[in-house]
């Protein structure tokens, strides 16, 4: 039995990020869903001790984490191997620069909570809450491909902080039908990383409640 449990739902992508970082590190942990569409985040027992109530929330030496990338962090500090940053200043800066493209700039704009005050609170309908979301996604993807090596990952022969982050939003990329073809060289290392176990197990089908 770990002691280590990840509050999670299985198609979060912040949460994906942080089972792909778990698996590839080798970290055994016990998950918990939290489910968005039922309010779990929101539960009282769990906004106690996450006050943004948000997934995922790591429960590790004691302590609760929140917030994906400083979850990966921690992961990083604690079990060096693989690194999901480069010790040198300039590739470090690099690679959060990439991973931000995702998480910074895609991700929040795209969030559940966002596309449901989209609907909700401004009446926008389905069709036009997708392009929002294509849209998005596009515009950071643009820069991320220009950002993207010629060959293998962003993080060369492993995958490393940016790859953890871009392969859930491709996930959702394809979920909402966008077209991929401008952005070969993402969808390249996204069939690379997706050939790793660490990747199948994270996947959403793959720990998708029964």
């Known amino acids: 039995m770990t002691d280590i449990i990840l509050y999670d739902y299985w198609r979060s992508s912040a949460s994906y990020r942080v089972r792909i970082a778990l698996n590839l590190k080798g970290v055994a942990y016990a998950s918990v869903n939290t489910s968005l569409l039922d309010g779990g985040q929101k539960a009282p027992e769990y906004v106690a001790r996450n006050p943004q109530g948000l997934v995922p ?6 302590h609760d984490l929140t917030q ?8 990083d500090a604690k079990y060096a191997d693989p690194p999901m940053v480069s010790a ?15 998480a910074a700039d895609i991700h929040p704009v795209n969030n559940l909570r966002i596309l449901k005050y989209l609907k909700n609170e401004l009446g926008q309908g389905q069709e036009a809450i997708d392009r929002w979301y294509r849209h998005w996604i596009e515009e950071g993807f643009a820069a991320l491909e220009q950002m993207a090596p010629e060959t293998g990952l962003f993080g060369g022969e492993q995958p490393n902080l940016a790859d ?28 690379a990383c997706n050939a790793l176990e660490a990747f199948q197990k994270a996947a959403p089908e793959a720990v998708k409640p029964e």
């Open 57 to 62: 929330m790591l429960s590790i030496d004691g």
């Open 68 to 75: 994906s990338l400083a979850i990966i962090d921690y992961l």
């Open 88 to 102: 040198d200043p300039v590739a470090r800066s690099r690679t959060l620069a990439q991973a931000m493209v995702v």
């Open 164 to 191: 953890v982050c871009l392969i859930p939003q491709i996930y959702n990329a394809r979920r909402f039908e966008t077209d991929l073809s401008a952005f070969p060289k993402l969808v390249r290392i996204d069939t």
